[in-house]
Nanobody
Framework: QVQLVESGGGLVQPGGSLRLSCATS????????MSWYRQAPGKERELVAA????????TYADSAKGRFTISRDRAKNTMYLQMNSLKPEDTAVYYC?????WGQGTQVTVSS
């Protein structure tokens, strides 16, 4: 059974940091590209960061460049999104996406 379980979301003040995790099981994690998306209220889901199968290539939305970092731990079948210098406009539900599968989403709220 394929599972993608996200954690790490929450409420943070502007300028703060969060690290999202996406623990996977039920498939060979390292065989697929992976990415993080987010969806704010009233907006379409958008790509935030992506990593190639090899891990050598990462891409970021312009809004995330220099602040967010995507990474993975193959031994733990887990991917991460480190988010620094958070802004109110980063408020959204964040989803991990590996191959054809999606996580359930985790809420990130940036507010003072």
């Amino acid at each position: 059974q394929v599972q993608l379980v996200e954690s790490g979301g929450g409420l943070v003040q502007p300028g703060g940091s969060l690290r999202l995790s996406c623990a996977t099981s039920g498939f060979t994690f390292s065989n697929y590209p992976m990415s993080w998306y987010r969806q704010a209220p009233g907006k379409e889901r958008e790509l935030v960061a992506a990593m190639s199968i090899s891990g050598r290539t990462t891409t970021y939305a312009d809004s995330a460049k220099g602040r967010f970092t995507i990474s993975r731990d193959r031994a733990k079948n887990t991917m991460y999104l480190q988010m620094n210098s958070l802004k109110p406009e980063d408020t959204a539900v964040y989803y991990c996406h590996v191959g054809m599968w999606w996580g359930q989403g985790t809420q990130v709220t940036v507010s003072s």
